[in-house]
């Protein structure tokens, strides 16, 4: 379980890297959004990479490890000529990395009571 984890967050932070700084491309909007499919993105897009993380490594540690990353995406979009920095970003970003942390933790939670209450029944039966 741990190397699917792994592999997911690594995945994921490859994915977010192309698109923070490599990729010249926009994405398109989606009207619901309106205009701001970049906010949700970058939220979506660290909330996903957060999960896994987070579960490996349930930190604050890790939390502002992700946190860094996300400024450091910003910082070195100063330095491209087609993309702009945005503290907006940054700021959705780090919603992104506080709910996937929560959404972490209740997963964890039910899933360690879950197991503690098939290891309970199963003693009980036994």
Known sequence: MRLVLSCWAILLGCITLYYGVIS???LPDHPILQGKND????????LSLTMPIFVLWPTWRSLMALALIASAIELVQ???PSRT???DDLAASCIGIAAGAMIAAL???YLQHSYE?????ALYHD
Not at 117 to 121: A, D, K, L, N, Q
């Open 24 to 26: 010249q491309d926009s």
């Open 39 to 46: 906010l949700f993105l970058h939220a979506m897009a660290f």
């Open 117 to 121: 209450h098939r290891t309970e029944s």
């Open 85 to 87: 920095p945005a503290l």
């Open 107 to 109: 997963i964890c939670r």
């Open 78 to 80: 100063a330095f491209l």
